[in-house]
């Protein structure tokens, strides 16, 4: 008799920790390397000063930059109709703005599905945005950082991309 619920208990607890597990397999960082743990690797930034530093993506952005001068780039193919989250820290020296674009990987790189920025003071600050992926067939698409318009060292990390249920994706749209 104790065989019995003993193998009956682990199978209970099998089941709970399965049904525990799920929802934080669900929500896996979509993007590799989205710590900066292996450097740049998987990112490709323009031509500005920067480097990657303890896990953080450390940019030192001119005063007088172009409007697109200053990017980091992360190629990622999303599912159409798909419900995203993407969130991340973002810390600068001094007020700015700083855009977050999911687009097409070339010209005209037109926006398909987030295209957002947040006027920013001096400080850390914690984003997050859900959004619905748009790409056309074939299509390949990027995640697109913008620092141009953030003057100074602005320190980016915890970059996550993960599956958002529908719900939270049309209230991060509209709220």
Not at 59 to 67: M, N, Q, R, S, T
Not at 117 to 139: I, N, Q, T
Request: aromatic share 8%; with cysteine.
């Amino acid at each position: 008799m104790i065989m019995e619920i003993t193998s009956r208990m682990k199978t209970i607890l099998l089941a709970i920790t399965l049904c525990l597990a799920l929802p934080l397999a669900a929500r896996a960082n979509l993007l590799e390397n989205g710590d900066f743990s292996r450097g740049k690797a998987g990112w490709r930034a323009t031509n500005f000063p920067h480097r990657v530093e303890r896990n953080r993506f450390v940019a030192e952005i001119p005063v007088k930059c172009g409007k697109f001068a200053a990017v980091l780039l992360r190629n990622v193919e999303l599912k159409r109709g798909t419900n995203y989250r993407l969130s991340f820290t973002v810390e600068c020296e001094n007020k700015g703005i700083f855009t977050v674009v999911y687009q097409q990987a070339t010209a005209p790189y037109t926006p398909r599905g987030l295209r957002t920025g947040w006027k920013l003071e001096a400080g850390v600050h914690k984003r997050s945005v859900d959004f619905v992926a748009e790409p056309r067939d074939g299509e390949h698409t990027r995640l697109t950082f913008n620092f141009s318009r953030l003057p100074g060292r602005a320190i980016l990390s915890e970059v996550r991309l993960e599956a958002a249920d529908a719900e939270s994706a049309v209230d991060g749209l509209y709220g």
